[in-house]
């Protein structure tokens, strides 16, 4: 079988290209190497977006389901948890080699944003051996925080957004090894009026408890104290894992894709779209990748299908 399009990667770029090459009627599948959703699945599930168009606040679990179900309902193919080992040209198109099989295309879209991530770790004693056990890196279901002593580590939004959502049903404080926040303006504010206990230019040094998280023991400014906690959640960032892109035969920069203004890389037939690019003002948000996997789908559509007022 030929295929018009193969997407690598399912989070909100690969899902949004392959809804517009639905509407061109190109026949595409979308390949990702683990669960639908990119990062909104795997990272932020919990985590509030406030900023994608139209929608006031809605979880990322909310949002990436809605995208699924929206490429779903376009007659999207998705095939998970299978990752893309190699693009290698065939003649007049290519030949997509994943772990699980080959797929022959006119066109290919790179959407894998960061590839797969992994938490970055304190480095904490007890850190490792607390991990599922009162230790964790997304924040649990609500239900599971209420009336619990909850201590959240980070700086960034993600740990300010984290740590309101769950103030309203748990006792919370907040860790940050900075005197200042790297969080955007508007949730530095709110977490102001918040009932959230902020401990700045400090560090967690041990977490403590017997089967259980029981206590965490911080090195503060003044003091070395230990409080009684139920729950660590660390939220200081996500490295990812080493993928080599090289392997895909497109330019990089710095560890990223690069391309043009119609998302093509430096292959021709080949397009990539969101996280994983890079160009001049580059700026990495959820509509942004959206809106360069429109522009990307509609490049490949015209790249495939070579309509006459192109």
């Known amino acids: 079988m030929l295929y018009d399009l193969v997407i690598l990667g399912a989070g909100p770029a690969g899902l949004t290209a392959g809804i517009y090459a639905a509407s061109r009627k190109l026949k595409a599948i979308i390949i990702e190497a683990d669960e639908a959703g990119g990062q909104l ?3 932020y599930p919990g985590k509030g977006i406030a900023n994608y168009p139209g929608i006031e606040l809605l979880e990322g679990k909310e949002l990436a ?4 179900n929206h490429a779903k309902a376009a007659g999207c193919e998705l095939n998970l948890r299978e990752r893309a080992m190699e693009i290698a040209d065939s003649g007049d198109h290519f030949t997509v080699v994943s772990d699980k099989g080959a797929y022959n295309t006119k066109g290919v879209i790179i959407a894998i944003g960061g590839g797969l991530y992994k938490p970055k770790r304190l480095g904490a004693k007890g850190e490792e051996q607390f991990e599922g056990k009162g230790v964790y890196y997304m924040l649990p279901d609500k239900e599971a ?6 201590l959240f580590v980070g700086g960034g939004n993600s740990a300010l957004e984290m740590a309101l959502m769950a103030c309203d049903v748990a006792g919370v404080c907040l860790v940050h090894r900075r005197e200042t926040f790297r969080a955007d303006a508007c949730f530095v504010e709110r977490l102001g009026e918040a009932k959230v206990k902020t401990y700045m230019c400090s560090e967690v040094e ?3 408890g ?8 911080l090195r503060t400014p003044d003091k070395v104290e230990e409080i009684p906690i139920d729950m660590v959640i660390i939220n200081i960032g996500f490295a990812p894992e080493s993928e080599d ?8 920069d710095e560890g990223q894709i690069t391309v043009n203004p119609e998302m093509l890389t430096s292959r021709k037939g080949v397009y990539a779209c969101g996280d994983i690019v890079t160009y001049p003002g580059k700026y990495k948000q959820i509509v942004t990748a959206c809106g360069e996997a429109a522009t990307a789908a509609n490049s490949a559509f015209k790249y495939v299908s070579k309509p006459y007022w192109a």
Do not use: P
């Open 210 to 217: 017997k089967e259980h998280v029981e206590t965490v023991v």
């Open 41 to 43: 699945m795997s990272i």
């Open 145 to 150: 925080l209420k009336g619990k002593n909850i």
């Open 245 to 252: 892109l090289s392997k895909f035969g497109v330019q990089l």
């Open 65 to 68: 389901e809605r995208l699924i």
């Open 206 to 208: 041990e977490i403590k």
